[in-house]
């Protein structure tokens, strides 16, 4: 399982190990595992043009440092320091000591320096990891900006040391302007341990950002390297472990294959169908059939034992899977089920909806059901509860904006959740998996942009249902739900468009994946 802790705790964490470190020492094992992932993505280190975006704080001195690493192997390094001033000191020292250049934003030189740098004036060290970084000018010759992009332009790797894990609000300008040049620098963009400009904690961009083709993260993951907006931002990213002890309980999961395989049902020799456990379908209307269709194919290959469909689509579902058990009684007297999938496609009835919510197993609602669910009625629920909105309908049960949610999901899931009492599936770019109780939200690292297509939500209530039914949690059901359907998405699509039928199809083979690796 990948782990996410907050800033606030990794902050403690580097505390406490520096407190037992000679001075420096965990910079340093930062900028080696750096400068080692450059390397990497170089390839050829002797030759190469690497700059430097050095703001004030930790990040950096991290970058100074792996700077004069990658200088002592031969490349030629330049340094552009958004505050000269108040650059880390003994990072500078060292980029000069291998032979770097140094050049203010400005593009402005030190004197003395043909190469462009700039006196480091009375740096004082890092000066700490927070805030936004501004830009103040050098001394020396006259202000150039056009050479800094220039600098960055022919750079085979720029290293972006801006702002650290602190960083709040959006860059100023002068840091903004520097992000987008280094968005059209054509060699690679690298991340100190998150692109400047995303919020560590929450994965919320606000304007300007870097967009990175690898982040080097150190001794955790950011619950924002792990949730989009900031998650496209980070491009691939690379853990590289500097020694931290963290709490057992982190901010965000991100569950692996072992994760997924120890929570699948696996039937015994005593089970039966009933004893697998048996879930019920209340989906599908005169006008959205197919609805109830897809939701039934996930939920007989989620792991439950029968599937009990309710509903006015029974033929519709017959059709395609005679295995299915019908009823035109409701879902009250449609028989024993062990947990109920309720709203794929149902249109305006909200009779089932009630009837669902009524009973004293688990329940998960979807689509229709989203929008006809009495609040009150969820949140008297004694039984659990899973509610798998996509943005849209969030932001609808939120009374916010669309925007508003893909801008924040991290916090939408979250407020969710705790309005309604209930487990929240929240769909999308990231899917997250948030529980009413205090514990960590999960992200879902499985899917494919072809899984935006018409029916894909239908399949993957079906699938959670089912799971719900064979006696796992509500968030265990969606996560590992979530998990399956994504990497059958992935093994549906192969790069090409599919339908939520192929993604149905495809889930065996996830399974399959999951169970054998």
């Not at 170089?42 to 004030?56: A, M, P």
């Not at 690379?238 to 120890?262: C, K, M, N, T, Y």
């Not at 007989?300 to 029974?314: C, D, E, I």
């Not at 249109?347 to 919510?357: C, F, Q, T």
Request: net charge negative.
């Amino acid at each position: 399982m990948r782990t996410a802790y907050s800033v606030e705790t990794v902050r403690a964490a580097e505390r406490e190990l520096m407190a037992r470190l000679p001075e420096g020492a965990l910079m340093q094992r930062a900028a080696a595992g750096l400068a080692a992932a450059c390397a990497d993505l170089l390839g050829r280190v002797y030759g190469r043009r690497v700059v430097l975006l050095v703001g004030s704080g930790d990040n950096g001195g991290d970058a100074l440092y792996a700077g004069a690493r990658l200088a002592r192997r031969g490349a030629g390094v330049a340094a552009v320091l958004l505050a000269p001033e108040r650059a880390h000191s003994g990072g500078l020292a060292a980029l000069r000591r291998a032979g770097g250049r140094v050049v203010g934003v400005d593009g402005r030189g030190g004197p003395g320096d043909s190469g462009g740098p700039v006196d480091s004036g009375s740096a004082q060290g890092s000066g700490g990891s927070g805030g936004s970084a501004g830009g103040t000018r050098g001394t020396g010759d006259s202000p150039d900006p056009d050479r800094v992009d220039e600098l960055i332009h022919r750079a085979d790797l720029v290293l972006d040391g801006i702002v650290g894990i602190g960083g709040k609000g959006g860059l100023r300008p002068d840091a903004a302007r520097l992000a987008e040049v280094a968005g059209r620098a054509r060699g690679a963009v690298v991340a100190v341990d998150l692109p400047s400009g995303v919020d560590a904690d929450t994965g919320e961009v606000h304007g300007v950002a870097v967009r990175a083709d690898l982040t080097v993260t150190f001794g955790t993951h950011k619950p924002g390297l792990l949730i989009d907006p900031a998650r496209e931002y980070a491009g691939s990213v690379r853990l590289v472990d500097i020694g931290l002890s963290l709490p057992a309980s982190a901010e965000l999961e991100a569950l692996q294959h072992a994760d997924v395989r120890r929570l699948l049902p696996v039937p015994g020799g005593e089970s039966d169908k009933y004893r697998r456990g048996v879930v019920g379908i209340a989906a599908g209307s005169a006008r959205y059939p197919g609805a109830a269709v897809l939701a039934v194919a996930g939920a007989l290959r989620g792991g439950a034992g029968a599937v009990r469909y309710v509903g006015p689509a029974a033929d519709a579902v017959l059709a395609r899977f005679p295995e299915t058990l019908v009823s035109d009684q409701g879902p009250a007297r449609a028989g024993r089920v062990q947990a109920w999938v309720v709203g794929p496609g149902a249109g305006d009835d909200s009779a089932a909806v009630g009837e669902v919510l009524a009973s004293d197993v688990p329940v998960l609602i979807d689509a229709d059901g989203l929008r006809l669910a009495d609040r009150d009625a969820v949140r008297a629920r004694t039984a659990p509860t899973l509610m798998t909105p996509h943005a849209g309908e969030a932001a609808a049960l939120l009374g916010v904006a669309r925007e508003e949610v893909e801008g924040a999901r991290l916090a939408s899931a979250r407020e969710l959740a705790a309005r309604y009492s209930a487990t929240v599936l929240l769909k999308g770019s990231t899917t997250l998996v948030a529980d009413p109780a205090d514990g960590p939200v999960r992200v879902n690292p499985t899917g494919t942009a072809w899984l935006a297509t018409a029916g894909s939500g239908d399949v993957l209530s079906g699938l959670a249902g089912s799971l719900l039914a064979s006696g796992l949690s509500a968030l265990d059901a969606g996560s590992a739900a979530a998990y399956l359907h994504g990497l059958a998405g992935r093994f549906a699509a192969d790069g090409a468009p599919v339908g939520a039928h192929d993604v149905a199809e495809a889930v065996p083979g996830a399974w399959r994946d999951v169970r054998e690796e």
